[in-house]
């Protein structure tokens, strides 16, 4: 279990290495000047610019630099806001999507497992037929769609109690999170609830389930022990990738509901050329991803003991 | 799983679970919620405007990028700046230059002195001094500092030559002569220099605050030390922004206002009207599809021109059959702006074209285009196709090759593009390839003169015509399609040495001339836009040079 732990966690950061190096490839023959604006720099403005970041340097000098810099823990500065440290806006601005991301991901695993159980239970009867609609909603409409809707729908709720129920945006309060934070979600709820419905039926008339009944257990226990369990394990191993791209896809949601998450930056940085931006940001959720696939898979062996770590 | 009993068991384990589920959810939430506190903007004024604490809330587009002063380049951190800001002149509730820091000033053909108040403060008690000035300045010319509005300051004597690193910084044209008297030497004679002094590169730095907070300088509202009439006390990154009044600023009486509170920050059109529609914030922009809405629900509507002009400009290079007059002629005569601004865009607030002078600027008395009205060329088909058959002359072509529009990729542009691809084919048969490119590689294909023509647009730096005027100058590095003329460059050249009011005014009214003429641009529209106004709040200024919009003259109205 521990040297298997050790051998991901190398390989693991192999991948961040390929993943900072591809980035900053891509980057230096991306067309366009992170330092170019709607009013033209004179050339001695735009000198002592590049001088500032480093852009003067030669790129394979520039990439050591990079690299050191990335080793000691350094970011850089960004660009488009000059006084800001790379890890200052990560570490404001990461936990913030996190909270989001775990909000999110919360609804969607409970919610797609319940939901998904449910529909397997009631397999092509009224509570399947429209959960399942409600699915195929949930999978095709983009986020955008859903938040602005979710949103519209608050204001008039608000509108009609007379006063405010939830807040339409902005953050700092629990009521803030949960509109935002269900809307996150919803993608990845509908998607569970396939997942799961699918596993469910499959395991509904496996034979230790036949067995179990006929040893008389009570159908609630053999609802929980033999059918959910093993029911959930498809489910868990997509939470792991499903919680970073949730984490790291929030720029929509953020957007609409004045949310300060990390997903805006990333976004703006790509838009700007933001160099330092971009590479500390991508390198920074290649790495949360990663380590979230790594620990997935450890968790895996947890819960299904027939998974062997060696 | 048949019997009735069986599934009826399941289905209250399942709602156990479900239950389990909620409880879970509510304690991970109220978990949370504490953690999301410290960098949310919880406990702030919960409605737009709050008569008790005289406070009204605002949304921001975006995180103010830069509000280190001698950096800021950009509309947005210009606004915070201007609520917490004062240079030694400042814009009052009705655009005029008026006293900030200095109360008296005389500006010469060669430089200027500023006698500064005795009463003027920074927020931490402390006196803003001439030195401050001098401090300052010297900070946007530095190479060291590279500032990208360094450009700003080289009508101060030396500036330049500062920032390409041939002069010491001591060599800048600015003299503290005691604490209270500032004396400027110009680099040549600047007319205008009163109106640049109130732009955010000219404000005070205090020295020994900024040296203690260094690279930090701006990013945070503890690493500021604030001169004008608010101060940020909190801003959260990408989350709010909130100002409350400077204690030490000389003028207290000024706005009605203790609260200027930004709780939300998003560039979302729809949010920022749900938000009004909630109740959150006192302003709100409209587009075109929110207009209907704001007109059936009766709100206080206004519009405003922004100052922003846009137009095609044309690629002057050799090679080029742009280059040739006759071809851009043909194809000024058959541009139609209102057609473009009523018909296609169909934005609210927008004008359409006329000149590379938007409406709004200063003549010699009233308004520049009211003294000097923009010729206009009607829409003429027919003429425009003698031009047309001229230019094929002259430049020995059977037919002209695919012309290439160079356009930015919002929908705006992509309308605007298709419109005029339409337009030329139709009217004069021309063939215009759009070139749709992100941001960046636009910019990058203009300077590289990779275009035939380009939609541009120019927002003016300070309030004088020459911000526009000196646009195609043969110099001007913004000048992307590389006209030159030297009867343009003359006229150019005595708008900024002359001090005469009347002679800078017929050299800006030649220059429209000559870009009319030699068809240099073709209008497209000035922005313009609608916005709606919590009838409780008055006097909001709106203005196309300095802080917009500005809140700082803002009041409740009474018995609200």
Redesign the interface.
Known sequence: MWRYAFKRLIQGIITVWFIATATFVAMQMA????L???????E??RA??E??YGLDKHPVQQYFIYMGNLLKGDLG?SY?????QVN??IA??F??SA?LG??AI??AA??GI?LG??TA?FRNKAPDVIIMFLVILGISVPSFVVA?IA??S??NI??LLGF?LL????????Q???IPALVLGLSTMAFLTRLMRSSMLEI?NADYVRTARSKGL???RI??RHMLRNAILPVVTVLGPAIAGITTGGFVVE???????LG??FVQAV???DYTVIMGTTVFYGAFLVLMVIIVDLLYGWVDPRVRLD | MDTASGSSSVLRQLGLYALLTIVGIALLMWAMSWIASVTGSAERTQTAIDPETRSASFLLGDEPPQLDSSKATDALSGMVLGHVMEGLLAYNENNQLTAGVAERWDIRERGATFWLRRDAKWSNGEPITAHDFVYSWRLAVDPANSSQYAFLLYAVKNGEAITQGKMPLESLGVTAIDDYTLEVEFENSTAYFGKLVAFSTYYPINEKFHKSVKDRFGADADTLLYSGPYMIENWVHGASLKMVRNPHYWNPGRGGLDIIDFPYITSDPNARLNLFKDGKIAIAGLSAENLGEAIDRRWQMNAFAEGVVFYIEFNHRPGRVTGNRHLRRAMQLVNDPAELVYKVTKLPGYLPGKSLFPVWVQGVNGFFRQEYPAPEAPVNIEQARWHLEQAKQELGLDEIPPLILLTGDNPLSTLQSEYYQDRFKRTLGLDVRIDKQIFKQRLEKMTAGEFDMVMAGWGPDFDDPLTFGDLFASWNEQNRGKYASSELDAQVRIAQRSVDTQERMDAFGEIQRILFEDAVILPGYERGIVYVVDERLEGVVRRAVGPDPDYTFARIREGS
């Open positions: 067309p366009g000047d992170p170019s604006g709607e009013k033209a720099l004179s001695e403005i002592n610019l001088a500032k500065i488009t806001q000059q006084n800001r200052d806006i404001e601005h936990p913030v909270i775990v909000l919360v609804f409970l919610g319940l159980a449910l239970l602005a949103q519209l608050l204001v608000n509108d405010s807040p339409v945006a902005g953050w700092g309060t629990v803030h999170m949960l509904i009570p159908e609630s609802f929980s957007l609409v509901f004045a949310i300060p998450g805006r930056y838009q700007q050329l």
